[in-house]
């Protein structure tokens, strides 16, 4: 099967007990991606070296807390999902070896092939959280997409999930009924014969970075083209 066979999910990590080995800089951006997502998920640093900034950012957290020293696998007891944050492939292997026998999923920092899984590109806003995969194929294009769209959505659109959350739990009737009476209450979203403000600025948002963004990455090509030609001529 072609295409993009990863499944997408989103993991109550506050329910769980996540444990991160390495706090370097890497280790570092890992739990600044959970912590920022996840406030109150309880996680567990094991690391050698520790960053300040780690420790601070820790200090700062609800439920993480450092072990500085090597790891084992006796790490694994009473954890629920693994992120290693580390450049030892010894050490990785280790990792990935344990897990496996305890049946934990596990994330490798820029090791693909390790991985169960991977952290996607982040879109959020407010109860509003939109998740960008590439399938490991460009970064830098999930990144784009991640600038246009927390540019394009504004703030307000949580607003209107709050409304939305209101009126659902407001509704009579079986699931069959409310999903009519939400799709009749929505449908000025994408009825071009009405006018709904929101829905035109967001429209109206994407388009607009989407045309920037087209536009400066045909001149970033050009201008490298150039370069090139440039460079070749004075070989």
Do not use: W
């Not at 009924?177 to 000025?188: E, F, G, P």
Request: net charge neutral.
């Amino acid at each position: 099967m072609e295409g993009n066979e990863l499944f997408p999910v989103f993991i109550k990590l506050n329910t769980l007990h996540t444990l991160l080995v390495g706090a370097g800089p890497v280790g570092l951006e890992k739990l600044t991606a959970l912590i920022t997502n996840s406030p109150r998920a309880k996680i567990t640093i094991v690391a050698l070296k520790v960053l300040p900034e780690v420790s601070e950012l820790a200090n700062r957290s609800l439920n993480v807390v450092i072990y500085q020293k090597a790891f084992h696998e006796e790490d694994l007891d009473d954890i629920d999902l693994v992120f290693a944050a580390t450049n030892n492939d010894e050490l990785n292997e280790q990792i990935r070896t344990f897990a496996k026998k305890k049946k934990l999923l596990a994330n490798f920092a820029d090791k693909p092939a390790l991985c169960d899984f991977y952290l996607g590109s982040i879109v959020k806003k407010g109860d509003l959280k939109i998740g960008i995969s590439t399938n490991g194929k460009s970064p830098t294009i999930a990144k784009r997409l991640k600038e246009i769209l927390n540019e394009s959505l504004p703030e307000e659109i949580n607003t209107s999930l709050q409304q939305m959350s209101k009126l659902r739990n407001r509704l009579e009737g079986d699931f069959t009924d409310k999903v009519i009476r939400l799709n009749q209450v929505t449908s000025i979203l994408v009825d071009n014969e009405q006018n709904h403000p929101l829905a035109e600025r967001i429209v109206a948002n994407i388009k607009a970075k989407i045309t920037v963004k087209y536009v400066m990455l045909s001149l970033g090509i050009l201008l490298t083209l150039v370069s090139l030609c440039f460079i070749f001529s004075l070989i």
